[in-house]
């Protein structure tokens, strides 16, 4: 079975430039989730998805926002990107919310922010 | 928010020997998880903790879930170069089933 997968692996953008981060979950997996790795803070949640539905969200401002879509693929978008979005980004599928010993992560996005 | 505290930050041991690290919390999990990442990979869940008090191990790894519910910590015996990379720690959160994660202990085997 093919893991989770994130397209693309590594992307440069500009301050005030917007970005769009894709992922692929298993197959069969419905709940997607996304985070944030950086150095200083970690790992950090920035929401789930759900049959097509937001079930939560982190503390992150409104520029991060987030769909899915009916195949359960889903996309994290965020705009007017500042330097300190600089991470890796990271998704997680499991079959259902709250499965998170079955919970599996993608290699993530590296995003720069120049 | 709710935070983890992950220690120690980073560890070089000599192959053979056994590590420890541990997490703590200021608030109640009624899950805790324990992850090992690689570089240029996303995390890999190891071991998975549901009740206070439970021991459980997954090979050369062993893992405790604290009896107030607040702490957790992860052995790791005989250590092998392939133990190399980052260790996380993670609390469910009980209502939202979130993650929240330690910052993460850095391991180093040497040779």
């Known amino acids: 079975k093919a893991g989770v997968t994130q397209t693309p692996r590594y992307l440069i953008k500009t301050r005030g430039q917007q970005v769009t981060l894709s992922c692929s979950p298993i197959?069969?997996?419905?709940?997607v989730s996304w985070y944030q790795q950086t150095p200083g803070q970690g790992l950090q949640f920035l929401f789930e998805?759900?049959?097509?539905?937001?079930?939560n969200k982190g503390n992150f401002p409104g520029r991060f926002s987030g769909r899915q879509f009916s195949n359960s693929r889903s996309e994290m978008n965020v705009s007017t990107l500042e330097l300190g979005d600089s991470a890796l980004y990271l998704c997680?599928?499991?079959?259902?919310?709250?499965?998170?010993?079955?919970?599996?992560f993608g290699p993530g996005t590296r995003l720069t922010v120049t | 928010g709710q935070q983890l505290n992950q220690s120690p930050q980073s560890m070089f041991i000599q192959e053979g020997e056994d590590v420890s690290m541990n997490c703590t919390s200021s608030?109640?999990?009624?899950?805790w998880l324990w992850y090992k990442q690689d570089p240029g990979e996303g995390p890999v869940l190891l071991i998975a903790l549901y009740k206070a008090g439970e021991l459980t191990s997954n090979g050369r790894l062993t893992a405790q879930f604290g009896i107030t519910r607040k702490d957790s910590f992860l052995n790791i015996s005989a250590s092998i170069p392939s133990d190399v990379g980052i260790y996380f720690c993670a609390g469910e959160e009980d209502s939202s089933y979130k993650l929240i994660f330690g910052s993460g202990t850095r391991l180093l085997v040497r040779p």
């Open positions: 197959s069969g997996h419905r709940s």
């Open positions: 608030s109640i999990f009624n899950t």
């Open positions: 997680a599928s499991s079959l259902v919310p709250g499965a998170s010993y079955e919970q599996y």
């Open positions: 998805y759900f049959s097509e539905t937001q079930r």
